[in-house]
């Protein structure tokens, strides 16, 4: 990895009222990594994100993402990065080819450069035949990937996938994964959020938030090693269930 | 019962934390009453006038004719004397009248002053005041035609007179046809938000697979706003006697005992709204443009009835809310009582029975596929 | 000896379509009283269908289905007594108090909490610090067990759990299914279905399901063995481009991510394990990927469940 980090956060705090939702949270992602980045419900991964991706201030500290500021660049971060959520990604009252080209319309790519992805990506999907069949007319798994690609469409440096795969089949969720490696070894950068834990051991490396603080990071294996566990999962529950407990309290 | 209990106590406090629309459920028929207090002003043709002329001579087939001919008035009664003006009134037969003393063209021919009497029924105001413009433009024509070129100082003094609604507020009308529509906010809108809420939230699946049966869930859903739906008749009732001075000349009980139909009819729509739809968004939608908008336009509440076009009309027919301003209006304002409102309130009866059975078959045991 | 009419559920060829849709296509199966039987598979395959036909919910367009000896259709008032649902979506309502959503479901079925305490004490001691909570200010792991304690209060004999933890976080789902450990003794029959595999093995039986028919039902650990192969995990640096090498080679039967590794199964079955592994660490490394690893792994209800599925284009090299 000689390239400059895509992401890197120093100190990273957000603070609601007298609730500290971020806390100081530090760690860089490599470009063409696939970032795992973990937590329980209301740990703090949720506000975090939009830092990230430039909708929400920061309280203190600083935050670089494909190489702009998140306090004074936020427009060149949204054009430099992707973002694909499992509840909001495509307009399912459009078709394929209407969702590609209003996607493509606002990222002010040009006519040419539309047509050409447009057909690469249906080409590369399988997707030809359905290109005018409404979004809702397709089957879940194919959505998501074609969901994918689109987050992918003006050639980002960053993409941002939160939960992506929940409720596929096993197949489709492979061949998803396959199409974040691909992306990650054009050198686009995957920041992965899930609830899904056996999903973190496809990422390259993982960070667990407890709190509003980075609880561990390195490698899947690594960290199993470090807390001398068989899976991550069993790391997340040692980590976070104490803090579940007090939180709950509150 | 227990489960029925538990049902209303739920409901209840569905209605008390949900704040936005409890306020509007109290603010409404407040605010609505003092926004109507001003009249909404409409044209009116086919104004159904009756003609009271004990002695007719020259003078006074004049004037009639001249009535006929301003192609405002329709002439649906002459009569000789007075007495026979209150029952056709009553019945909706005649909405205005004019009344000749006898020897008319005698005393203008002695250089007298005449008299005739324009009366309206002021119960619906906007026809009222036209009748009484038209009329008194009519007679002063005539009598600026007659007497001005000719024998100076001799004039003809139309004297007016309301009927039910003597201070001529609108007000006084509009408080029947505001009680209908707060009523259909309330029992229709309601109703469907609430059921489509149990959709939207899941909740609706839990209650189907408990031993609840349908016609319970129902009557939970559905009686807190029943209550709600009288509070707030009684409330808007109250505020038009304290503030606008809205008589209400007949009986209480029998204007609750309509109220009450009207509800049923109003909470039967409601259900029959939300079982066709699974989305609150999909249901408000359907509640205004199914009961709310017919209630405004089409009820006579706003825009008056006899001049709407025929086909507009025919479909009032079939809008509860008509008839319920109707009987409303009728006890109100003019104090009449079963006598005069028994084909109205049989209507509103068979209307409120058949959208009971229609409603309840609607609520499916199951899910709908 | 159990005879069929003592299962807790019986279904029998039940079909049923929404439009053209097929969300259940012919499915058959029996649970027995006392277990807890997982069902396990995509959005889509038909879970949410088939409880709510179990819940009598919705009728089955073809076939019948019996809950506790009696028709889901014909005797729904008996039953509908008797059984405890949790829908999909926690079926809450989010302006009642904890203690309120409770008292509501609890009168809707003519008893008290008061009354059911030792039923659902195991969860409402963990609800109880929150009691006067409205519902919509709960976290997802509360929410689920309000939830349960709600489908739990009137003690019913069967209990249906539609994907009860999904969108809940790791410590939420683990404590739940340890809670469903509690209800064990007491002889309680719980359905459950879940999207996620690694689920299965906390039931006594489970039942994949794909597409509205069920692929295969057995016990967890019988299911993971009926893998029919050797199964391989490989370790590379560069997993992407080792994936990419491997669909090249002539023995690869399947090959796919899996975890930080590859899960790989030869075609051929005469070969012994350690000879296929020491092949395939030759050809890894022939093509550059000299940091390669290569070791046998038990499969998983997962590595099954693809076997089963009939993988497409992609997942199974041609």
């Known amino acids: 990895m000689n390239e400059a980090p895509a992401i890197v956060v120093r100190d990273l705090t957000r603070k609601f009222g007298g609730f500290t939702a971020v806390d100081r949270i530090t760690f860089e992602v490599h470009a063409g990594e696939v970032f795992g980045f973990l937590g329980a419900n209301g740990a703090g991964k949720t506000t975090a994100i939009r830092m990230l991706t430039a909708l929400l201030a920061p309280t203190s500290g600083q935050a670089m993402v494909a190489g702009h500021d998140v306090y004074r660049e936020a427009e060149q971060i949204k054009c430099d990065i992707g973002y694909m959520s499992q509840r909001f990604s495509l307009y399912e009252d459009l078709t394929v080819r209407e969702n590609i080209r209003l996607y493509g319309g606002i990222y002010d790519l040009t006519d040419r450069q539309i047509h050409d992805r447009t057909t690469r990506m249906l080409a590369q999907l399988g997707l030809e035949h359905a290109a005018d069949q409404f979004v809702r007319a397709i089957p879940l798994g194919w959505r998501q990937k074609l969901a994918f690609s689109v987050a992918l469409l003006h050639e980002p440096k960053i993409v941002f996938l939160d939960e992506p795969t929940s409720g596929v089949d096993p197949i489709t969720r492979r061949q998803f994964w396959e199409l974040i490696y691909e992306a990650a070894a054009r050198g686009t950068t995957v920041l992965v959020t899930t609830h899904y834990l056996d999903e973190a051991e496809y990422c390259d490396r993982i960070s667990i938030m407890v709190a509003g603080r980075i609880a561990a990071i390195g490698t899947p294996g690594e960290l199993k090693k470090k807390f001398d566990a068989s899976s991550i999962d069993e790391i997340f529950v040692r980590l976070a269930r104490p803090a579940a407990a007090s939180e709950a309290r509150k | ?369 | 000896m159990t005879t069929p009419a003592d299962d807790a559920v019986a279904v029998d060829r039940v079909s049923k379509n929404f439009g053209s849709t097929v969300a259940l296509a012919d499915v058959s199966f029996s649970v027995q009283r006392a277990e807890r039987f997982g069902f396990i598979g995509p959005d889509g395959a038909g879970k949410t269908t088939l409880f709510r036909i179990l819940a009598t919910l919705m009728a089955p367009d073809q076939g019948r289905a019996r809950v506790l000896g009696r028709d889901v259709v014909s005797d729904l008032w008996t039953l509908r007594a008797r059984i405890g649902y949790m829908p999909g979506r926690f079926s809450l309502y989010p302006d009642l108090s904890v203690d309120e959503n409770l008292r509501f479901f609890a009168s809707v079925f003519g008893t008290t909490i008061e009354r059911e305490y030792q039923q659902i004490a195991p969860i409402y001691s963990q609800l109880e610090p929150f009691r006067d909570r409205r519902a919509a200010a709960l976290s997802g792991g509360m929410k689920q067990k309000l939830a349960l304690c709600c489908a739990l209060v009137h003690r019913p004999e069967i209990l249906f759990l539609d994907e009860p933890t999904t969108g809940v976080d790791a410590v939420s789902r683990r404590e739940f299914w340890d809670l469903l450990d509690t209800f064990k003794q007491s002889g309680m029959t719980i359905l459950v279905s879940t999207p996620y595999m690694d689920e299965a093995n906390r039931c006594d039986r489970v039942a994949l399901m794909q597409g509205g028919r069920i692929l295969a039902i057995d016990t967890p650990q019988a299911i993971a063995d009926s893998f029919d192969r050797p199964l391989f995990a490989i370790r590379a640096s560069d997993r992407y481009r080792a994936l990419k090498a491997l669909r090249e080679w002539p023995h690869t039967h399947s090959v796919y991510p899996f975890g930080e590794t590859l899960h790989y199964a030869d075609k051929r079955t005469d070969v012994p394990a350690d000879r296929i592994a020491t092949e395939m660490l030759a050809f890894l490394s022939s093509h550059g990927f000299d940091d390669a690893s290569v070791e046998r792994t038990a499969p998983t209800v997962e590595d099954s469940f693809i076997a089963r599925m009939g993988a497409p284009e992609g997942v199974r090299a041609a």
Not at chain 2, 205 to 225: D, H, N
Not at chain 2, 332 to 342: P, T, V
Request: zero cysteines.
């Open chain 2, 1 to 369: 019962m227990k489960a029925l209990l538990g049902l209303l106590r739920k409901e209840v406090y569905h209605i008390l934390r949900d704040r936005r629309t409890l306020v509007v459920i109290i603010l409404l028929p407040v605010v609505q009453v003092v926004i109507f207090g001003y009249a909404i002003r409409t044209d009116v043709e086919h104004v159904r006038l009756a003609i009271v002329d004990p002695a007719p001579d020259a003078t006074t087939l004049a004037i009639r004719n001249r009535f006929e001919a301003a192609g405002v008035f329709r002439t649906v009664a002459v009569l000789p004397r007075m007495d026979g003006l209150e029952p056709l009134f009553e019945r909706g037969a005649a909405q205005g009248a004019v009344v000749f003393e006898p020897g008319l063209a005698e005393k203008l021919a002695r250089g007298l002053p005449a008299q005739i009497l324009i009366v309206s029924d002021a119960t619906e105001p906007n026809t009222g005041s036209i009748v009484q413009a038209y009329a008194a433009a009519v007679v002063q024509q005539y009598s600026r035609e007659l007497g001005a070129p000719r024998r100076a100082g001799i004039r003809i003094v139309p004297t007016v007179r309301m009927r039910f609604n003597p201070t001529r507020q609108s007000s006084n009308l509009f408080v029947p046809g505001l009680m209908a529509f707060v009523l259909t906010i309330i029992s229709s809108l309601m109703t469907a938000i609430s059921l489509t809420r149990e959709k939207e939230t899941g909740t609706m699946e839990a209650l189907l697979v408990s031993p609840l049966r349908p016609w319970q869930i129902i009557v939970g859903k559905v009686t807190p706003y029943l209550v709600v739906g009288f509070v707030s008749v009684i409330g808007v009732i109250l505020e038009a006697r304290l503030i606008f001075h809205v008589p209400l000349r007949g009986s209480v009980a029998l204007l609750l005992f309509e109220g009450l139909l009207f509800i049923l009819v109003s909470l039967s729509l409601g259900i029959l709204i939300s079982a066709r739809t699974s989305s609150q968004r999909v249901a408000m939608m359907g509640a205004l443009i199914g009961t709310m908008l017919p209630t405004m336009l089409l009820s006579g509440f706003i825009f008056p009835l006899e001049s709407m076009p025929a086909p507009l009309r025919a479909i009032s027919y079939v809008v509860p809310a008509r008839w319920f301003v109707l009987v409303a209006r009728g006890i109100m304002l003019k104090g009449i009582g079963l006598a005069y409102l028994w084909p109205a309130t049989l209507v509103l009866i068979a209307m409120a029975l058949l959208l009971l059975t229609a409603s309840t078959r609607s609520f499916h045991e199951r899910l709908e596929s």
